[in-house]
Antibody, heavy 119, light 111 residues
Framework: EVQLLESGGGLVQPGGSLRLSCAAS????????MSWVRQAPGKGLEWVSA????????YYADSVKGRFTISRDNSKNTLYLQMNSLRAEDTAVYYC????????????WGKGTTVTVSS | QSVLTQPPSVSAAPGQKVTISCSGS????????VSWYQQLPGTAPKLLIY???KRPSGIPDRFSGSKSGTSATLGITGLQTGDEADYYC????????????FGGGTKLTVL
């Protein structure tokens, strides 16, 4: 069974940093692109970033470009999102998902981890 | 303001059919495949439709998708109370830099 399990969320002050992780199991992790999507409280979905299976190609939403870095460790079947210079508007549930380049489709989703940016 | 436009809410009675529209432009829907996601209350989103009209394994054929020009539509037949959820469309957008965009979401109420 394909499973994605996010961790690393929590409360952080504005300007601070946080690293999210997403542990994958049940599929050949290195063969799949991966993505992060977030959802602010009471709001809709917002795509954050995507990375190719090898890690060689990355894409970011304009709202996080230059502050967030997506990466992966295929030996550990783990996806990461390094978040720096956090702002109140980054407060959201962050989901990782397997990603299909054609159509920009999020195939399988994790349950999410909550990030709260507040002083 | 979302790049893709969806109605905020739709409603219908159990057993009936409902459609949810998703309107975009040539930089997104017009030149890319569309996906649809279902988010039940308090849960993570789930993929319902990809490549405009394909259903992942396990998704019943009550759910269907179509695309015409710069708009896409999700159809749900034989509505059940368990279908009450938020529904989102999504696709690539290549207007400035390549990125994925979503609609604002549509709340389906099964009366």
């Amino acid at each position: 069974e394909v499973q994605l399990l996010e961790s690393g969320g929590g409360l952080v002050q504005p300007g601070g940093s946080l690293r999210l992780s997403c542990a994958a199991s049940g599929f050949t992790f290195s063969s799949y692109a991966m993505s992060w999507v977030r959802q602010a409280p009471g709001k809709g979905l917002e795509w954050v970033s995507a990375i190719s299976g090898s890690g060689g190609s990355t894409y970011y939403a304009d709202s996080v470009k230059g502050r967030f870095t997506i990466s992966r460790d295929n030996s550990k079947n783990t996806l990461y999102l390094q978040m720096n210079s956090l702002r109140a508007e980054d407060t959201a549930v962050y989901y990782c998902a397997s990603f299909l380049w054609i159509g920009g489709t999020m195939d399988v989703w994790g349950k999410g981890t909550t990030v709260t940016v507040s002083s | 303001q979302s790049v893709l436009t969806q109605p905020p809410s739709v409603s219908a009675a159990p057993g009936q059919k409902v459609t949810i529209s998703c309107s975009g432009s040539s930089s997104n829907i017009g030149n890319n495949y569309v996906s649809w996601y279902q988010q039940l209350p308090g849960t993570a989103p789930k993929l319902l439709i990809y490549d405009n009209n394909k259903r992942p394994s396990g998704i019943p054929d009550r759910f269907s998708g179509s695309k015409s020009g710069t708009s896409a539509t999700l159809g749900i037949t034989g509505l059940q109370t368990g279908d009450e959820a938020d529904y989102y469309c999504g696709t690539w957008d290549s207007s400035l830099s390549a990125h994925v965009v979503f609609g604002g979401g549509t709340k389906l109420t099964v009366l």
